[in-house]
């Protein structure tokens, strides 16, 4: 099974509208973060935000917010008002600990358009 | 100014001639690590590295090598290219603890002919 699945390969959102990039995990760690992180055309990685596994309220960064259902394995990013700087791909990752080792796993990506 | 810095930034080279991309952070983290980003794929982790001298496999280690023999440098090394390494890979840093996030390079944009 993928550990990290995105099942949106592409969306498109009107500007100054809400939209929601979804995301499911699959570990058995009971320790995790997940992450999102936004990569523009330019190339560069940008994190916009972090969810902990024990954290018990969605975690919100300005226009970003986690909608963080545990019991469901599912950490759907939320951006609201929709800017054109928000066209971008949004790659969701999780960060295991276990044992010895502390893997990263990052999903395939959503590639967001934002129209005007 | 807080920054993790590959070098270099695009290299095209041929099947076999070992290469090296640096990697280095001046963030005092602990843990490094690098991935490739293919289309389609997302990033993948390649290896990591949870402090000096302690390296360990990602998802998609065969065909590169990784050394940390300082906290700041965690090269990567292809000691014979092959075309199906053709890629642009990312080196990250970030603080050992689960909840930080990572700091990421420029990307290297690596063609292998």
């Known amino acids: 099974a993928q550990k990290i699945t995105q099942t949106q390969p592409g969306m498109f959102v009107q500007e100054k509208e809400a939209v929601t990039l979804d995301c499911t995990y699959d570990t058995s760690d009971p320790s995790y973060g997940l992450f999102w992180y936004k990569q523009p055309s330019s190339g560069e990685m940008i994190f916009l935000i972090y969810?902990?596994?024990?954290?018990?309220q969605n975690a919100t960064e300005g226009r970003y917010s986690l909608n963080f259902q545990k019991a469901r394995k599912s950490a759907n990013l939320v951006i609201s008002a929709s800017q054109l700087g928000d066209s971008a791909m949004y790659f969701c990752a999780m960060r295991e600990v276990s044992g010895g080792y502390q893997k990263v796993t990052f999903g395939t990506g959503t590639k967001l358009q934002v129209i005007p | 100014e807080a920054q993790v810095t590959q070098n270099p930034r695009y290299l095209i080279t041929v099947t076999g001639k070992k290469l090296t991309v640096t990697c280095s952070q001046n963030?005092?983290?602990?843990?490094m690590s690098w991935y490739r980003q293919d289309p389609g794929l997302g990033l993948r982790q390649i290896y990591y590295?949870?402090?000096?001298?302690?390296?360990d496999k990602g998802d998609v280690p065969e065909g590169y090598k990784v050394s940390r023999k300082e906290k700041r440098n965690f090269p990567l090394i292809l000691e014979s290219p092959s075309p199906n390494q053709t890629s642009l890979y990312f080196c990250?840093?970030?603080?050992?603890?689960?909840?930080?996030?990572?700091?990421f390079g420029q990307g290297t944009r690596l063609t292998v002919v």
């Open positions: 963030m005092n983290h602990e843990y």
């Open positions: 990250a840093s970030s603080f050992l603890s689960v909840n930080t996030e990572a700091f």
């Open positions: 969810q902990g596994s024990y954290d018990q």
């Open positions: 590295s949870m402090n000096v001298e302690v390296t």
